[in-house]
């Protein structure tokens, strides 16, 4: 009787403390350095949960590892509600796979709610690049095995692991030139030291404005609106599933089921908003609504996609 009673005063203060909830600040954790995109998009839709909640969305910067340091954090916060945080698909679907080592357990010890922008990612050469079409690419790359290569940002990144998609899947060997970073990739290909790569439009739409990169293909399942001549890679049969960089929203495991339906509707109703939609725009970046359910679906299929290719090409990085 006595543990009955533990148990229902236990349940009962769960419940109250959900539906309380929020009472204080809620800090959230962006894992990457503050300034970039990441940031901007932080900003702006906690601006706007916070002021829906009650209660102010404190940004918590953790960079490092790309990512895993700052993801790791909210898997070993308390599921409270008052730790939530950023992920993106590096360090929810690539990096539990690509690394032997891990810090956490997506799904021990992390609760994927939703995501709340996604950028397709653009295959781009040289505006004074001969290649006028991503079929020009493909022919001249099966005609010459191996003389062809593309940048990346790293070894298992997602430029990389599309590319390797894309030759997996057009019966290609294009070679793998990786960098430290897109400020050093894309001026390879502006150059022409490298053929082509992969990012997010967000990160293209300047140089390609500015007539020095040339768009061939998108990884969206349709035609995106800022290039509407632009196809798909799918429509060419070089892709099956898209791709997309995403950034979501993602909480300690065990937070409580009224909280997660309370953040949710913040985030998808602050992404309905004028201003959060111009700014995706701008960004050249989509609002993808899906439940937490939905949600984790996709983060195992994409893992399971993304061990595929890591298998199959025998990709290996040391921590």
Known sequence: MRLLTVVFLVAAGAGASAQDWPSRPIRFVVPWPPGGLNDTIARAF?????????????????????????????????????????GNLGPLTIHPVLYKQMPYDVKRDLLPITMFAASPLVLVVSATSSFKSARDFVDAARAKPGAYNFASVGLGSPAHLTFELVNGKAGIKLVHVPYKGT??????????????????????????????????????????????????????????????????????????????????KAYGDAAQTPEIQKLLAAQGLIHVQMSSAEFQTSIDKETARWAKIIQDNHIEVTP
């Open 46 to 86: 906690n601006d706007r949960v916070g002021q829906a909640l009650g209660q102010p969305v404190v940004l918590d910067f953790k960079p490092g590892a790309a990512g895993r340091i700052g993801v790791s954090d909210v898997g070993r916060s308390a599921p409270d509600g008052y730790t939530v945080g950023m």
């Open 183 to 264: 400020n050093e990739a894309l001026p390879a290909v502006i150059a022409g030291d490298v053929q082509a790569t992969f990012d997010t439009l967000s990160s293209l739409l300047p140089f390609i404005k500015a007539g020095k990169l040339r768009p061939l293909a998108v990884t969206t399942a349709e035609r995106i609106p800022q290039f509407p001549e632009v196809p798909t890679l799918k429509e060419l049969g070089l892709l099956d599933d898209p791709v997309l960089s995403w950034y979501a929203l993602i909480a300690p495991a065990r937070t409580p089921a009224a909280i997660v339906s309370k953040l949710y």
